[in-house]
Nanobody
Framework: VQLVESGGGLVQPGGSLRLSCVGS????????VSWHRQGAGKERELVAT???????NYVDSVKGRFTISRVNAKNTAYLEMTSVEPNDTAVYYC??????????WGQGTQVTVSS
């Protein structure tokens, strides 16, 4: 099983970025997928979650700015980030969990918000 994130990079404050998470070796559509992030010297925090049916939830700090989505036919989940702020700087991780509590992490992708 593998989750591979991509799309991170350097973006200016107020800009946009789209992260992707591609799963392999698992029945991706059966998993709840979430994005987490960890800034330097900070605890890892949950950012957004999407169920297999497409229901989504967000941490308050990103509501209205980030959108999580998925295309099960492509084994892919996305995190669309808009109006980014310096506090959004972190390594972003994809996580997948099924109803048996099997769970997997990606290796992370760095997002840096700076002018």
């Amino acid at each position: 099983v593998q989750l591979v994130e991509s799309g991170g990079g350097l973006v200016q404050p107020g800009g946009s970025l789209r992260l992707s998470c591609v799963g392999s070796g698992l029945a991706f559509g059966r998993y709840v997928v979430s994005w987490h992030r960890q800034g330097a010297g900070k605890e890892r925090e949950l950012v957004a979650t999407i169920s297999s049916g497409g229901d989504s939830n967000y941490v308050d700090s990103v509501k209205g700015r980030f959108t999580i989505s998925r295309v099960n036919a492509k084994n892919t989940a996305y995190l669309e980030m808009t109006s980014v702020e310096p506090n959004d700087t972190a390594v972003y991780y994809c996580h997948a969990r099924d109803w048996l509590n099997n769970n997997y992490w990606g290796q992370g992708t760095q997002v840096t918000v700076s002018s």
